[in-house]
């Protein structure tokens, strides 16, 4: 049971270039989010999916796209990279939507991204 | 607009000793809140919650509490262990009407010798 998975760790790309970050998890989790943490700041939401086929948008959705074509699978694009998407990105999943008591999200290790 | 600010930046406490992070919330609406435990290099582990309908909650070293007249929370940890160097992140379902968590900007636990 790995839980949570994300690839690459790292990626250094040029401004203008695109890339996709994959997550993964082995839960059967309905929810999948994808959050951005930069220094000195909390993580915020860029993208979420309820479940599979489904997405929206989070606090900071600008510049990137997500998709959901399977349940286990959460897909987080940068079409065209810029320096101030420079940051850690982790990838979350729950089984449901966090209401109360005993609802957690799951996370990632985490992918460090630095746009030059 | 920051709906969960965290103050203190980072916090540094003999081990032994009693450990207090605090968190404060502007939306009346949060009526549930966590605690997540950071690691350098690593993802956000899930620590401990409390609901609104409580004011306390405890899991073995860890206790958060609720104070919803004042919208603040505060997570003790007694007795604090190396182990607990760590950044602490308080946060809240929704806030901005999406589905993910809101976070504070977390608290840098550094727990010395």
């Given at each position: 049971n790995a839980?949570?998975?994300q690839t690459p760790k790292f990626r250094v790309l040029?401004?203008?270039?695109s890339m996709t970050l994959l997550c993964a998890q082995d839960m059967n989790h309905e929810?999948?989010?994808?959050?951005?943490q930069d220094p000195g700041m909390g993580l915020r939401l860029i993208h979420y999916s309820v479940g599979e086929g489904t997405t929206a948008k989070?606090?900071?959705p600008d510049g990137y796209n997500v998709s959901r074509l399977k349940k286990q699978n959460f897909l987080l694009g940068l079409e065209s990279a810029a320096p101030s998407q420079t940051s850690v990105y982790f990838c979350a999943s729950s089984f449901r939507g966090i209401s109360m008591e005993g609802d957690t999200q799951y996370f990632g290790p985490g992918t460090r991204l630095t746009v030059l | 607009d920051q709906q969960v600010k965290q103050n203190s930046p980072s916090l540094s406490v003999q081990e032994g000793r009693i450990s207090i992070l605090n968190c404060d919330y502007t939306n009346?609406?949060?009526?549930?809140?966590?605690w997540y435990k950071k690691y350098p290099a690593e993802g956000p582990t899930f620590l401990i919650s409390i609901s609104s309908i409580k004011d306390k909650n405890e899991d073995g070293r860890f206790t958060v509490f609720l104070n919803k007249s004042a919208k603040h929370l505060s997570l003790h940890i007694v007795p604090s262990q190396p182990g607990?160097?760590?950044v602490y992140f308080c946060a809240a379902p929704g806030g901005g009407g999406a589905d993910g968590l809101t976070f504070?900007?977390?608290t840098h636990l550094i727990i010395q010798p």
């Open positions: 839980g949570v998975t040029k401004t203008g270039q929810y999948m989010y994808w959050y951005r989070g606090e900071v | 009346s609406m949060f009526d549930y809140f966590l607990d160097s760590a504070g900007k977390g």
